[in-house]
């Protein structure tokens, strides 16, 4: 059979179904821009508003096609035992919108895999939906032998991406590895469990819109998604039995050999950690190409387990150190040129693994050390959720990790209470963030995607205007549709097309009101709960607002004029953080309010003063330089290739738009931004935090606000003048000085009271004195409200006095604590005295415990009433 390098299978696929039409297009980020999924888990994502109508191809192309970097977690306890499933892969898709399909899509697939493939065509079997007799006919009729088609029931052969859109009956293509790869039955066929029949492409007939409610709306148009696993195959064309010996991932598994020691194919428990290693690795880089830091929730949470799972896997198997960053040079190393941007990110990529790898190397060991005393003292087989949850969020084990640990000690784990731990600090971090906007919205019980379909997406005006004529096309009230609201109701509005800007990349939501003879309703914020459809969040104040009603739609201008100032000069912050701390600084989350705006940036350690001081002088010179600034559209790779900061996070469309600060910053925005730079006025950075792993928070207000910040210093500066009594400027320096006189003077003070217990002690010390059995002079006495150190001291003072043997037993109360100290020479000790001894024998009378050595013992205690007795017990002892 043909051998096909991985890229050499990739550039056949994308040419083969260019050439038929469709157009190739780059694979979309890893973040979806889609709500309902965590994580792009297949190619079809980036299309689903296409399979929608909602956007349209251009002319003259049938359809699209694509590799897509993928990653699911959803068989994750899988990935490692065997040789086919893989966390992150990428897949080889083409797709149509109505133009070609299940026709064209099965000719073309039989032709792809016999002649471009050159898979033998007898080695191929096929699937088809139950009752889909249609695909069952056309692949009779492209001649496939009725005994290589097999009907599946939904749980193989219906195909979605989530619990709604886009979705439909599927047909599979497989490859047969032969009958000594299988089970040996007989009736084997393709969708028995073991391994001989291997799928490699999946194609899916998209005809359905999943609902909410369970149900099927059929698409306007029947659409074609199909996806066929890129290492599937290349293991098929490169004769292996296992994705992990393709060209492309056996050189990781070769790194997993050498950073653990163990040689892959000896054993097969070590064979799957090692294969987790070199599985896990590649999602970890390409998530964190795309933007995703670890962290505890959602997507950051996936990156964060999958990274301590291969750490913690190696580490089992005995690497040492930091390793994950040999996994990355060799992802970039094989996979960069088709993936420019995980080269781009290469830096930001081996410092986050290599900062969550120490933070999580520091918690490891105290980790397994709780977690095996946890198993230890386990009464049962089962390890309770609560210490499932301290190893959580304690010592930073995802659940996942800790489940795997005590399987192989035949330990379960209380799942379910876990989860119910896992909520309650949900409920807690949700009821910290949530605000009212999103408290309302959070009861409408319909679809937003379907109100969206309905009615269209809204047109956005506010780049060019304040104030839109608008037409109110649905409100929404009390959770539900609603055709009216009268004065006093709450609830979201959606026009046909608004000035109002809805929250979006950092930039909050505009205000304003929407006005009409008939209505006064007041707009406190704008939002989009499904991309494309803004939702104006009202109060009706006057009258009554109704759908198919004509409003003018106004801004409140003052505010976003303060908006704009302080998204550019997000922006401009953004290009001076780059420029003085390096290019690893990227934008990891933005907040652009009227008062004030926040940036985090990956960076590795705190910004220095002087550093700070450089990014405020850089920004404030590009303000006040009045660089114009522009806003245009051109294509993502036209983007790209004139060196656009692209943002964290974020995923494009095709037809971008570049916010350009002349000269200075070119990214890709969507905001709202001033025209020229003078108009920010002034910037200054208020202050800096660390808001994660080497993720760093800087906080900074303009124009107006920058002054009322300044006027703020000024004024307690002034206060502080006047309080000092010097001019403005002096008072550092005479600040500096008072303290230094503080010191001198409290320095001085401690030497007086020192003095004054010395004194104190040789006056009493007389009363004190005692003559011991042994014959040498001990001292046994009360002292007044000295701590252990002052004890300790007045031993010191009293055996100076001496000069010679002598020993003491010591008391004192110090804010109603009392405490005991006992000390002798080494002759006393010689003698027969014993300073530990004599203290465990004492401190019992004032509730108390301690010890020490033969010369030198204290005890601290609960009942000060019992020093005297203590002191007397003493006595009774020595003397
Ligand atoms: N969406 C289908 C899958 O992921 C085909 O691309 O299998």
């Not at 299978?9 to 973040?31: D, N, Q, T």
């Not at 088609?149 to 195909?159: A, C, P, Q």
């Not at 120490?358 to 050390?369: D, K, V, Y």
């Not at 202050?687 to 002054?707: K, N, P």
Request: hydrophobic fraction near 40%; glycine fraction near 10%.
């Amino acid at each position: 059979m043909k051998y096909m390098t991985t890229a050499q299978i990739r550039e056949a696929y994308l040419h083969y179904f260019e050439e038929k039409g469709c157009k190739r297009l780059p694979s979309s980020s890893l973040v979806p821009d889609d709500p309902s999924l965590l994580l792009t888990s297949a190619g079809m994502v980036q299309f689903k508003p296409y399979f929608l109508q909602l956007k349209h191809l251009e002319e003259p192309y049938i359809g699209t096609t694509t590799v897509q970097k993928c990653v699911r977690t959803n068989d994750i306890d899988i990935i490692g035992t065997d040789g086919r499933h893989l966390s992150f892969f990428e897949m080889l898709g083409n797709f149509s919108f109505g133009a070609y399909f299940k026709k064209e899509m099965c000719a073309w697939a039989l032709d792809f895999s016999v002649n471009v493939l050159e898979l033998p065509f007898e080695k191929l079997y096929f699937t088809v939906f139950e009752d889909d007799d249609e695909t069952i006919g056309i692949w009779e009729g492209l001649g496939v032998d009725p005994s290589h088609i097999t009907r599946l029931g939904e749980d193989d052969n219906f195909w979605r991406a989530g619990p709604t859109g886009p979705c439909g009956p599927c047909s599979e293509v497989y490859y047969d590895q032969g009958p000594e790869v299988g089970c040996g039955r007989p009736d084997c066929a393709p969708g028995c469990d073991c391994d001989r029949f291997l799928e490699y492409w999946n194609l899916v007939f998209t005809q359905y819109d999943g609902q909410e409610d369970g149900s099927f709306k059929p698409l306007p148009k029947k659409n074609i998604d199909t996806g066929m696993g890129l290492e599937r195959i290349a293991a098929i064309m490169q004769g292996v039995q296992s994705n992990f010996d393709t060209d492309v991932l056996h050189g990781l598994i070769e790194v997993a050999q050498r950073v653990t020691g163990k040689r892959y194919g000896e054993n097969e428990k070590d064979d799957r950690a090692l294969r987790v290693m070199a599985d896990h690795a590649r999602s970890v880089t390409f998530m964190i190409s795309d933007g995703i830091l670890p962290g505890n929730e959602g997507r950051e949470y996936v990156l964060r387990r999958l990274l301590r799972r291969a750490v913690m896997k190696g580490s089992l198997l005995g690497a040492e150190g930091a390793f994950m960053g040999q996994f990355v040079d060799n992802i970039v190393e094989v996979m960069g040129d088709v993936y420019p941007q995980i080269v781009e990110n290469r830096e930001l990529i081996n410092r986050v693994v290599l900062s969550e790898e120490e933070r999580f190397g520091a918690t490891l060991r105290q980790g397994r050390a709780y977690l095996e005393d946890a198993l230890a003292s386990l009464e049962g087989d089962e390890l309770s959720g609560a210490q499932a949850f301290t190893l959580h969020d304690t010592y930073g084990f995802p659940l996942e990790v800790t489940e795997e640990i005590c399987a192989e000690a035949g330990i379960s784990v209380n799942r379910e209470e876990f989860d119910e731990y896992m909520e309650r600090q949900r409920t807690r971090a949700r009821a910290a963030t949530q605000n009212d906007a999103e408290a309302a919205w959070s009861t409408y019980d319909g679809s937003m995607s379907a109100l969206l379909e309905e009615v269209g997406a809204t047109q956005f005006t506010g780049y060019d205007e304040n104030e839109t004529e608008a037409r109110v096309l649905a409100l929404v009230s009390g959770g539900k549709r609603v055709e009216a609201m009268e004065a006093g109701m709450q609830g979201g509005v959606v026009l046909d097309r608004t000035p109002f800007y809805a929250e979006m990349g950092g930039q909050v939501g505009d205000t304003g009101e929407l006005v009409s003879e008939a209505c006064l309703v007041k707009v406190s914020d704008t939002l989009q709960p499904e991309g494309g459809l803004t939702m104006h969040h009202v109060e009706v104040e006057e009258g009554r607002i109704a759908v198919g009603q004509k409003v003018a739609a106004r801004i409140d201008v003052m505010r976003r004029e303060r908006i704009r100032r302080n998204h550019s000069a997000t922006h401009i912050l953004h290009k001076a953080l780059r420029e003085v701390l390096g290019d690893h600084v990227k934008q990891a989350g933005s907040y652009v309010a009227p008062d004030r705006l926040r940036f985090d940036f990956t960076h590795f350690q705190a910004c220095t003063r002087e550093e700070l001081d450089e990014v405020e002088r850089i920004a404030n010179e590009k303000i006040m330089q009045n660089l114009p600034v522009s806003t245009y559209e051109c294509s993502l790779d036209e983007a790209r290739a004139a060196g656009v900061t692209a943002l964290f996070g974020e995923k494009y469309g095709e037809v971008v738009r570049v916010v350009d600060v002349q000269g200075f910053s070119q990214e890709l925005c969507g905001g709202t931004h001033v025209r020229s730079t003078a108009e920010i006025g002034l910037v200054k950075i208020s202050s800096q935090s660390s808001v994660g792993a080497s993720l760093r928070r800087i906080e900074a207000v303009t124009s107006f606000d920058a002054i009322a910040y300044l006027n703020r210093i000024e004024g307690e500066l002034r206060e502080t003048a006047a309080e000092l009594k010097v001019p403005l400027f002096d008072v550092s320096e005479r600040t500096a000085g008072n303290l230094a006189e503080l010191k001198r003077i409290q320095h001085q003070f401690n030497r007086a009271k020192q003095a004054a217990m010395e004194g104190d002690i040789m006056d009493a010390a007389e009363s004190g004195r005692y003559v011991a059995k042994a014959g040498y002079p001990v001292f046994i006495l009360k002292a007044k409200d000295l701590r252990a150190e002052g004890l300790r001291h007045s031993w010191d003072v009293l055996r100076a006095q001496v000069q010679g043997d002598c020993a003491v037993v010591l008391a004192s109360e110090n804010e109603g604590k009392p405490l005991l100290l006992a000390a002798g020479t080494e002759q006393a000790v010689a003698a027969g005295f014993h300073a530990g001894e004599i203290i465990r024998a004492i401190a019992p009378h004032i509730k108390g415990g301690g010890g020490g050595k033969p010369t030198m013992a204290q005890a601290g205690g609960k009942d000060a009433q019992g020093i005297d007795a203590a002191l007397e017990h003493a006595r009774e002892i020595l003397l």
